[in-house]
């Protein structure tokens, strides 16, 4: 595919190496621009288990010419099922084909899908220093000034932050905003292998704590559950992780309940507190700009975190290819992502007060068709 080239921007430094980062990397690159990638991690590694992959999702990582690796090494489905927590079968939500070609709907382990997206930098040529951050910017001479933590500093045409809600390009240039904030929810998320027959990704209902299973490769699923969430003395060990979610998951029938009787010590299991923030405009400050979580965090409800970061990756490099000036293709990247991640965080929210407050499961499932149907449309 021909992509137009960005004529405004020669270098750029992407702050953060995460989804985000990457997919902002791999879209500037592949319009001329010379891309550098910083990552605090000295090793560049992600953690967690799976995470689904909606079909705007898909539609996202196709512009980025990963699909067929995610498909490859990762799981597709057709549709999600609703079951009240028994196991009683509400409905079925069939995701329809967004595309012509594009799968409906799947899941992938998180590291595996880093090592798809890793692979691509380093195919384009992207170099990548690791173990860094910034510590200042300033903008200057039709570009930013930027020192680094390790003390050398440089100059480039362009600054993305997307260094995740812990943002530090935000806490340095963007002094109007603030870190997400806590929604009262917290999300258990567990690894382990594919239930016997389950075929689709499923949504437990009705319960104080709903919870989902996605599936994730031919022999691995991952089960959340999200709870409203108490603040502890001390982290939970990891049999503690585990005997709270045996105990919470008591209540579960379907596959829920298979889990909860077949999982073990061994499976990886973990516990964080919700927060979700859309930060007031402007997102851009000179020629530093934020993406991704930095800047549009959300919580877990519609799955959609990673695919708004990788819409926004590549909305900035068209915006940036369509515009003479940076700024005005600054201002049209804001503007055009602005309505679309409120939308997104906004129906999450809605979803966690209503779980927190005991809705009805019907309530739950309009929000969710609602949301789902209007991520369908094109970004």
């Not at 195919?123 to 903008?139: E, F, Q």
């Not at 369509?322 to 804001?334: C, F, I």
């Not at 927190?356 to 149907?373: F, K, N, P, Q, Y």
């Amino acid at each position: 595919m021909t992509r137009e080239i960005i004529s405004s921007v020669q270098e750029a430094l992407i702050v953060g190496g995460g989804i985000g980062g990457m997919a902002a990397a791999i879209a500037l690159s592949e319009r001329g621009v010379k891309v550098e990638i910083i990552d605090l991690d000295p090793q560049w590694r992600v953690y967690g288990a799976g995470i689904t992959i909606t079909g705007p999702t898909l539609r996202a990582y196709r512009r980025l010419g990963l699909l067929e690796e995610i498909k490859q090494q990762g799981a597709i489905t057709t549709r999600n099922r609703l079951f009240r927590y028994d196991g009683t079968h509400l409905k079925d939500l069939d995701e329809p084909v967004i595309e012509e070609g594009l799968p409906a709907t799947g899941g992938i382990m998180r590291p595996v899908l880093h090592r798809i997206m890793q692979q691509r930098v380093q195919a384009l040529g992207i170099k990548v220093r690791l173990g860094l951050t910034v510590t200042a910017l300033d903008n200057r001479g039709g570009g930013v000034d930027v020192t680094f933590s390790d003390g050398s500093t440089g100059h480039v045409d362009l600054v993305v932050g997307a260094d995740s809600v812990f943002s530090t390009v935000r806490d340095i240039a963007f002094p109007h905003m603030a870190p997400p904030e806590p929604t009262g929810q917290g999300c258990w998320r567990i690894s382990i292998r594919r239930p016997p027959g389950l075929t689709e990704g499923e949504f437990y209902l009705g319960h104080d704590n709903p919870a989902g299973i996605t599936v994730c490769a031919a022999d691995s699923v991952y089960m959340w559950m999200l709870t409203p969430h108490v603040e502890r003395e001390r982290f939970l060990t990891d049999d503690e992780l585990y005997e709270e979610l045996q105990r919470l998951l008591a209540d579960f029938g379907g596959n829920a309940g298979w889990i909860r009787d077949n999982m073990t010590r061994q499976d990886w299991i973990n516990y964080r507190p919700l927060a979700a923030a859309l930060q007031p405009r402007s997102w851009s400050h000179g020629r530093i700009v934020l993406l991704g979580d930095a800047v549009h965090a959300t919580t877990p409800h519609l799955a959609s975190g990673a695919g708004m970061a990788v819409e926004s990756g590549i909305v900035l490099a068209e915006e940036l290819a369509a515009h003479d000036r940076v700024e005005d293709g600054l201002l049209a990247y804001q503007e055009r992502r602005y309505p679309r991640c409120k939308d997104v965080i906004d129906s999450s929210i809605s979803l966690g007060r209503l779980q927190l407050e005991h809705g009805d499961a019907r309530d739950h499932a309009r929000i969710l068709e609602g949301a789902l149907s209007r991520l369908n449309e094109a970004f």
